[in-house]
């Protein structure tokens, strides 16, 4: 007995990994996808199952967003989509938003991949008003009925729920490196943009404000997600943190956080 808890303690010291230590990283491995100027790459096929996804904006304005399209989708069918979206005021019909990298520092999701087809595109807006998705910044992506290898679902240390117009869930979270699983439950789509509150900043000023970007640090996020599960790594030391949203609202014109959709999250 002695002698095989020391053979176990001995394979345990020889792992790569320590399994110990909570890891932000979902089993599956992960898939980089770039955009930059006028193009797209990642790969044309990935196994179903959770999936790592490093959106890398190559380029100062690009916002990277993933869709899942109806299925059978064809390349022409994509077009219309994509036009479709260049100008549509939320999600064309038959469409999911699943997330993307929103800011900063982290351009990493975890997300739940059906077999189906799919887009990477650039939800930026040119000046002339038209999305860069239209401009060769997007690619189609296929889902196949191979299971990932190890694509388990991942480990959440804080849970969120967004709602229209609001975030439900724990107002207290921990500082360090963990998971934070994110479900849109709204009819709407919405963003999970989390940015620090600078020291003589008040929340209420936040909210007072045209963009509350002009007065908070970005941190990280996700981008547009429809009613879907998204989990997103996070690495937050200790203060004053602020979530929003800023997807308009079709009916109104405004954008969620104007509608109430802030909140104040307090990192210790
Ligand atoms: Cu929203």
């Given at each position: 007995m002695f002698v095989m808890l020391a053979v176990v303690a001995m394979l345990g010291s020889l792992?790569?990994?320590?399994?110990r230590r909570p890891t932000p990283v979902a089993d599956g491995g992960i898939v980089r996808v770039t955009i930059r100027t006028g193009t797209v790459s990642a790969p044309d096929s990935l196994p179903m199952g959770w999936t790592r996804l490093q959106m890398?904006?190559?380029?100062?304005?690009h916002a990277p967003a993933l869709f899942r399209l109806p299925a059978g989708t064809t390349k022409a069918q994509l077009a219309a989509f994509l036009s479709n979206l260049d100008t549509a005021?939320?999600?064309?019909?038959g469409a999911l938003a699943m997330g993307g990298r929103i800011a900063a520092d982290s351009g990493e999701v975890v997300v739940e991949l059906a077999p189906g087809r799919y887009v990477f595109t650039c939800l930026t807006k040119n000046d002339d008003g038209?999305?860069?998705?239209?401009?060769?910044e997007s690619r189609l992506l296929t889902v196949t009925r191979t299971h990932a290898p190890k694509a388990s679902r991942p480990r959440a240390r804080v849970s969120m729920r967004m709602t229209d117009f609001a975030y439900v869930g724990a107002d207290r979270w921990a500082a360090g490196s963990y998971l934070v699983r994110v479900e849109n439950v709204g009819r709407q789509d919405h963003q999970f943009r989390v940015a620090r509150l600078p020291a003589g900043i008040t929340f209420d000023s936040v909210v007072r404000s045209d963009d509350p970007r002009r007065l908070l640090i970005p941190v990280t996020g996700i981008g547009r997600m429809g009613r879907s599960v998204t989990y997103l790594p996070v690495h937050l030391t200790p203060g004053s943190y602020v979530l929003f949203c800023l997807v308009h609202?079709?009916?109104?014109?405004?954008?969620?956080d104007k509608l109430g959709m802030y909140r104040l999250v307090e990192v210790r």
């Open positions: 792992l790569p990994v320590d399994v890398v904006a190559d380029g100062p304005n005021a939320a999600t064309p019909t038209h999305r860069h998705g239209i401009a060769g609202d079709p009916a109104t014109g405004r954008t969620h």
